[in-house]
């Protein structure tokens, strides 16, 4: 199998390429490098500098390849970069998926993955979040991956393009090898964050409300680490090898952890004191995010392996040691 990886020097696109190659699988990758790392492909993969919004560029490189299937990965994901600036969002990640949805329907290629988010589901009304819960996005960020799968279903019903759209609770963690991870700027997550403060890059770290109706007044989402993203990837390919049916998943652990619990972890996994100071709530957080993941586990047989000690320990020796 022929596998076209858009995006994969980010950060969950470079840990599936990885993946891929251990499988021996036939991987080439595009991306335009205006947020990934070029370090982060491996040597033995091709990589073509190619930005989604050239269709020409793009249309010509896909009809000489005759790839099997796409996985796409490349995208802006900055929820509050997305508020203030809405159209580069829906520029860049409905425009961009567009011409490659285009070129793959003009060059026969028939499956696609397809990477969403849980912030679809906007303040969800059940927690954990079932594929079944409505989506109301509330910012644009969100908004984009959610008209881009609405996309997908409709080149599904005109031109046979089958998919599976991913929805990714909060990704995290990093190649236990060493080779990639995450390497964000500017970096607006918590563990990376987190982590920085640990290793003295940061004084402390500001935990973002602490008045939620949570056990600790702090917010809780399901971290998955993104070697498990990486694997459901895979699953996701091979079903829609065998199924040719489109589906949507959630990708989450199906456990919740507290800012206040990251942070512990974090002390104890790091043997570092990580100071905190309480702040306002940031805008738009929804108190709880958990995934009700057994649809995937049902369907694609995956089931999730890292715990969140180990999720802070790849994160952490990332963070001490970075290629790039
Ligand atoms: N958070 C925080 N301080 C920070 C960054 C994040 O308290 O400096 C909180 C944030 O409010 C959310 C959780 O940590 O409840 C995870 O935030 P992150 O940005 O990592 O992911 P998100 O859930 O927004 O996708």
């Known amino acids: 199998m022929n596998v076209l990886v858009t995006g994969g020097a980010g950060y969950i696109g470079s840990h ?11 991987v080439s990758v595009i991306d ?12 033995a993969v091709e990589f073509n500098k190619i930005d989604l919004l050239d269709f020409n560029r793009l249309s010509g490189y896909l009809s000489h390849k005759r790839f099997d299937a796409v996985v796409h990965f490349a995208a802006f994901a900055y929820v509050g970069e997305s508020v203030e600036n809405p159209a580069l ?26 990477s969403s988010t849980c912030s679809v589901y906007g303040n969800p009304l059940e927690v954990p979040i079932s594929e079944d819960e409505p989506t109301k996005p509330i910012n644009p960020y ?34 236990p090898e060493g080779d990639t991870g995450e390497s964000h700027d500017p970096e607006p997550h918590l563990i990376p964050l987190v982590l920085q403060t640990a290793l003295g890059k940061r004084d402390k770290i500001y935990i973002f409300g602490d008045d939620y109706d949570t056990p600790d007044g702090t917010c809780i989402r399901d971290y998955i680490h993104v070697n498990d993203l990486a694997k459901a990837h895979y699953l ?33 996994v790091t043997g570092k004191e990580i100071k905190s100071e309480i702040t306002g709530r940031r805008p738009g957080d929804p108190a709880v995010l958990v995934a009700d993941n057994s649809k995937a586990k049902k369907v694609l047989g995956w089931q999730p392996e890292f715990h969140l000690e180990d999720i802070i320990s790849t994160a952490y020796n990332w963070h001490r040691n970075p290629k790039f």
């Open 16 to 26: 599936f390429v990885k993946f891929l190659l251990k499988k021996n699988v036939n």
């Open 32 to 43: 335009n490098l205006g947020r990934g790392h070029a370090e982060a492909v491996p040597d």
């Open 89 to 114: 969002y829906y520029t860049n990640n409905v425009v961009g998926s567009l011409n490659l949805l285009k070129a793959a329907v003009k060059t026969g290629i028939k499956k696609i993955i397809f």
């Open 142 to 175: 969100a908004e984009s991956k959610l008209v881009i799968e609405k996309i997908l279903r409709d080149f599904e019903t005109a031109y046979g393009l089958k998919y599976v759209a991913l929805r990714y609770f909060n990704a995290a963690g990093a190649d």
């Open 236 to 268: 996701a390919l091979n079903y829609l090898s065998e199924n040719k049916k489109s589906e949507i998943f959630n990708l989450g652990t199906g456990k919740g952890n507290s800012v206040k619990e990251i942070i512990d972890t974090a002390a104890k």
